[in-house]
């Protein structure tokens, strides 16, 4: 099977600026995760999705970030405008259901100068 | 809350040496516990799964165990191979609720040939 698939891979963008990152998930997975993952750190979750209601989102900037899933399918989280202090690896993950096996993609490694 | 911790956070060692990574949490009610292996610039690879009525999971050389009672799970690899050099992460999805898993900061493991 396909797996998660994320882009763009690399983002350098300057501070104020604004970006947006975007996710397909594996076929068929209700379960849509966004994780910030600082280095050496693991991953700290953003928001969660059950097909296109996101139910957990207590965590997410809320002033500057913002994330939405068409369709229940692709998912885009956008930042707007960006701090130097979200630098960091934005990755998404995805499961059948909510307690279901994570498979997480690539990620997109942010760089605000 | 639940907080999870990962001991060692590094580790070298030489080729063929049996390993044994460690991963506690706080909250005993648990619903899964995921082990992962993050490749530098990579996003997470789900490696075994183990339900909180297992005791333990097993794919090649891979053996994964879990006391719950404890709050304690390892991560025993075999005959350890310079292709094993990763970050190994745990994360543990609570009972009930939405399942949202809290992850360890990882094991950085070196294996030298």
């Known amino acids: 099977e396909a797996g998660v698939v994320q882009s763009p891979r690399y983002k350098i963008i300057e501070k104020k600026q604004p970006v947006a990152f975007w996710c397909n998930p594996i076929?068929?997975?209700?379960?849509l995760y966004w994780y910030l993952q600082n280095l050496g750190q693991g991953p700290e979750l953003l928001i969660r999705?059950?097909?296109?209601?996101?139910?957990?989102d207590s965590q997410l900037p809320k002033d500057r970030f913002s994330a939405e899933r068409l369709k229940g399918v692709d998912s885009t989280l956008k930042i707007q405008p960006a701090e130097l202090g979200d630098s960091a690896v934005y990755l998404c993950?995805?499961?059948?259901?909510?307690?279901?096996?994570?498979?997480f993609g690539n990620g997109t490694r942010l760089t605000v100068t | 809350k639940q907080e999870v911790t990962q001991i060692p956070a590094a580790l070298s060692v030489p080729e063929g040496e049996n390993l044994v990574l460690n991963c506690s949490f706080t909250?005993?009610?648990?619903?899964?516990l995921q082990w992962f292996r993050q490749d530098p610039g990579k996003g997470l690879t789900s490696l075994l799964l183990?339900?909180?009525?297992?005791r333990e999971q097993t794919s090649g050389r891979l053996n994964a165990s879990l006391d719950k009672s404890s709050g304690r799970s390892t991560l025993y690899i075999a005959a350890s191979q310079p292709g094993d050099s990763a970050t190994y992460l745990c994360?543990?999805?609570?009972?009930?609720?939405?399942?949202?898993?809290?992850f360890g900061r990882g094991t950085s493991l070196i294996v030298h040939p």
């Open positions: 994360a543990v999805r609570p009972e009930g609720g939405s399942y949202i898993p809290t």
């Open positions: 183990i339900q909180s009525s297992q």
């Open positions: 993950a995805s499961s059948l259901g909510p307690g279901e096996s994570l498979h």
């Open positions: 076929s068929g997975h209700n379960t």
């Open positions: 999705y059950e097909n296109e209601e996101a139910v957990d």
């Open positions: 909250d005993s009610a648990i619903y899964n």
